[in-house]
T-cell receptor, first 114, second 114 residues
């Protein structure tokens, strides 16, 4: 099966600019996650979708971050305006909505904010 | 606050050695514990553990969970240079009736020298 697709692979922007990341989950996976992984840290959940509804966005900095999954498939994550501390790898993951289904991760987008 | 702690943070061994990676957790509404291997790209799924004392094996890798003492270990026997990676441990919770998110540790960076 095709894996989780993410684009772009790399992005360099200046602080205060905006940026958007795209994710296409594994076909049939109802649950989609965006994680932020800062260098030297484990991934941290930003937002979880079940189909096109938000399940958990408690750790999403909503003043600058937004995410949507309009048709319950693809998702975009946006940062506006970016800060230096947003430099990280942004990982998208998906899973089946069944009990204890493991998450499958995409290759991530490495964001550098200068 | 929920947390997952991994030790050691880094480890250097020689090919053929056996290594044990540790993961302890303090998580409310604990559901399961997962191990991932992260090389340069996406974390790849290794094991999911839900029951105490039942070892899961895949080739030279094995893992076990102790729900009483709140920890898990990942063993790798006869290590190879291809085992060099960051090994991430994560706990899942019951949240809002859905699968819940993953709470990751910082990872153990394993380097296997020829």
């Amino acid at each position: 099966e095709a894996g989780v697709a993410q684009s772009p692979r790399y992005k360099i922007i200046e602080k205060r600019q905006s940026v958007a990341f795209w994710c296409n989950p594994i076909s049939g996976h109802a649950t989609l996650y965006w994680y932020q992984q800062i260098l030297g840290q484990g991934p941290k959940l930003l937002i979880q979708f079940q189909n096109n509804g938000v399940v958990d966005d408690s750790q999403l900095p909503k003043d600058r971050f937004s995410a949507e999954r309009l048709k319950g498939v693809d998702s975009t994550l946006k940062i506006q305006p970016a800060k230096l501390e947003d430099s990280a790898v942004y990982l998208c993951a998906s899973s089946l909505a069944t009990y204890n289904s493991p998450l499958h991760f995409g290759n991530g987008t490495r964001l550098t904010v200068t | 606050e929920d947390k997952v702690v991994q030790s050691p943070l880094s480890l250097v061994v020689h090919e053929g050695d056996t290594v044990t990676l540790n993961c302890s957790y303090e998580v409310t509404n604990f559901r399961s514990l997962l191990w991932y291997k992260q090389e340069k790209k996406a974390p790849t799924f290794l094991f999911m553990l839900t029951s105490s004392g039942i070892e899961k094996k895949s080739g030279r890798l094995s893992s076990i969970l102790d729900k009483k003492e709140l920890f898990s270990i990942l063993n790798i026997t006869a290590t190879q240079t291809g085992d060099s990676a960051i090994y991430l441990c994560a706990a899942t919770t019951n949240y809002g009736g859905s699968q819940g998110n993953l709470i990751f540790g910082k990872g153990t960076k394993l380097s296997v020298k020829p």
